[in-house]
């Protein structure tokens, strides 16, 4: 049987030694402890309150990257929605050069056969030091990229991936190029670079702002549970324009026609809603295509109806004769004695025709487009009072539709005009217009003398020059009375006439017509002076009694000989056509003016 030995009382036991020792144990490990946490103590203070930046950007340096992620640009869209320039899915393909640097001259060469990219700035961007992200390309179509950084990889390169980066496409080659204008090449930061028209003019709206992603990296790849931000991309807004795509395409055809037919050196035709000033079309002659802009002329990147000055010749007739009737000066039945050749100032002014004395009404003055009749019928104006008229046609002042680098035009103050140049400003010479200015000028009468500012844009939209432009934007004032625009436009249905008037090829069957001829003489460039070419043009408005467009068609320096009856006209006549059937206009159920055209 064992026994069990008991403890003796009075003799020193083990359990209070076993104590002593576990509390020293503890106080030695309590001890370690804190001389850990006040060497963190300290690396954080050193962090946080000593240098934090010097350590936040070594920290950023040694495996961040900061990557753009590209806004989606706006489209630029017609009336009806329909993109003139779109974004679609695209790819940047990017390089990690710390994986390209070994393999860069052979992947240089690589990437410069597929990508069409320059191979030394390529082996630059491949060899880069202190980097692991270089763009190599950008706005690749997606098929494209992912086939070359696939063959890449085939071929034993590595360090190429891709990111997201809309592609910029104009899917109707030359349709309203000289409007909409084009992307260039990115910027290295992948910004775009606007080149032309409504692109340029609107960079800011449509571009949006672009985000950034800032990646965590680890041999050249992304850390899953690194330190990753992103901050989202915000798209550009869509710009919808006043164009009709379908009329801007009928347009360009006819003017194209017209210019070649007449072996002219360019032209430009405008459609405009009489009503709203809206632009349905507006055309140049040559123009350019926007998806392919390297293959034509620098000088067609522009929209001439808005860049280019002319002097607009006897369409400007219809204005002086709006003004003579508002102020009271004459009727559309006025008596004037119109002899073959006026004597004024230091040369004699004479009309496109030979011819004896003719006695002609106000109205057969506009209807033969005589010159002569206009001088005399003019001096009833007082000193400036055709210029005041003609300044709130619009002419001399910018039509701020949106689109850059638009002229004013040319109409001189009171002060510096001579009498000379009084006489030939009455009939369209001695100042210059742009072709938009010159439409809404036309169309002021077509809208019962109130002018309306015309508009390229719908809704409203800020440019980058800081300017609100569009149709919420549109102001409008009247420049003659409701019954000076109507005896007006009864004057210029009587320039249609085939018995009366010099323009009856601009006839539209079955509506009621109102117009107005020009022939100017050019100054050349070279010699400042008249040059012997001309610009001939058309513009009017139908139905005549109750105006829905308003169309001018311009064609300079026509190698033919024809006039602005015979080679503008039967383009504006194409056009008017078009447009009344497209918008479903009634024919004309009223009778045309027969006001006498002589006495």
């Not at 104590?19 to 962090?47: K, P, T, W």
């Not at 807004?237 to 072996?263: F, K, M, N, P, R």
């Not at 522009?302 to 009271?328: C, F, R």
């Not at 009455?426 to 077509?446: E, P, Y």
Request: a negative charge; glycine letters at 12%; hydrophobic letters at 35%.
């Amino acid at each position: 049987m064992t026994r069990l030995s008991r403890l003796r009382p009075g003799r020193p036991g083990r359990v209070p030694a076993r104590r002593g020792s576990s509390h020293r144990r503890i106080g030695i490990g309590f001890l370690a402890i804190a001389f850990v946490l006040s060497m963190f103590a300290a690396r954080l203070v050193q962090l946080q309150g000593i240098d934090p930046g010097s350590y936040a950007a070594l920290a950023a340096a040694e495996g961040t990257e900061d990557v753009v992620l590209p806004a989606a640009r706006g489209d630029i869209t017609d009336r009806n929605g329909d993109p003139l320039a779109a974004s679609v899915a695209g790819t940047m393909i990017v390089a990690d050069p710390a994986l390209t640097s070994d393999d860069a001259a052979d992947l240089a060469g690589f990437l410069a056969r597929r990508l069409d990219v320059d191979y030394q700035e390529t082996l630059q961007r491949l060899r880069a030091e202190d980097s692991r992200f270089q763009y190599i390309a950008r706005q690749v179509p997606t098929y494209r990229a992912e086939d070359v950084v696939a063959d890449a990889e085939e071929k034993g390169f590595s360090g190429l991936f891709t990111e997201n980066d809309p592609l910029r496409t104009y899917p109707n080659g030359d349709l309203a190029a000289n409007l909409v204008g084009f992307l260039g090449t990115p910027e290295d930061d992948g910004s775009a670079v606007a080149l032309a028209g409504l692109e340029d003019s609107f960079n800011s709206y449509l571009s949006g702002t672009d985000g950034e992603a800032r990646y965590q990296m680890g041999a050249g790849n992304q850390i899953p549970l690194g330190d990753n931000t992103v901050t989202p991309a915000q798209d550009g807004s869509d710009l919808q324009t006043t164009i009709d795509q379908d009329l801007q395409w009928y347009t360009q055809q006819v003017l194209q026609q017209t210019v070649e037919s007449a072996g002219g050196e360019s032209g430009i035709a405008v459609v405009m809603d009489s009503r709203t000033g809206q632009l349905l079309s507006l055309a140049d002659y040559p123009t350019y295509d926007a998806a392919d802009p390297q293959e034509s002329p620098e000088d067609l990147y522009k929209s001439s109806a808005l860049t280019d000055v002319y002097e607009p010749g006897s369409v400007e007739k219809a204005l002086t004769m709006a003004g003579l009737l508002d102020a009271g000066l004459a009727t559309p039945r006025t008596r004037l004695t119109v002899p073959g050749e006026l004597n004024r100032q230091d040369r004699p002014i004479g009309d496109y025709w030979d011819h004896g004395t003719l006695r002609l009404t106000l109205a057969g003055v506009l209807a033969k487009s005589s010159n002569i009749g206009t001088v005399l019928a003019s001096d009833e104006f007082g000193r400036g009072q055709l210029r005041r008229y003609l300044s709130s046609f619009g002419l001399g002042k910018r039509t701020d539709v949106g689109l850059g680098g638009e002229t004013k035009g040319i109409l001189k103050s009171v002060a510096v005009t001579t009498d000379q140049e009084e006489d030939r400003i009455s009939f369209g010479q001695s100042l210059s217009v742009n072709a938009v200015q010159m439409t809404a000028a036309i169309n002021a009468i077509a809208n019962g003398g109130v002018r309306i500012d015309p508009s390229l844009v719908l809704g409203s939209a800020r440019a980058d020059d800081g300017t609100e432009v569009g149709t919420d934007q549109v102001t409008e004032h009247r420049v003659v009375s409701e019954q000076a625009a109507h005896q007006t436009m009864l004057m210029m249905e009587r320039v249609i006439d085939p018995d009366a008037g010099v323009a009856p090829a601009a006839a539209v069957p079955g509506y009621r017509v109102a117009g107005k001829t020009g022939t100017a003489q050019r100054v050349g460039e070279e010699c400042g002076c008249y040059d012997g070419t001309t610009t001939v043009s058309f513009a009017g408005f139908a139905p005549a009694d109750d105006p829905r467009f308003t169309v001018y068609v311009v064609v300079h320096a026509p190698s033919n000989g024809g006039g602005g009856g015979s080679v503008a006209g039967p383009a504006f006549a194409k056009l008017m056509s078009y447009a009344l059937r497209r918008y479903g206009v009634a024919p004309t159920d009223t009778q045309p003016s027969r006001l006498p055209v002589e006495w």
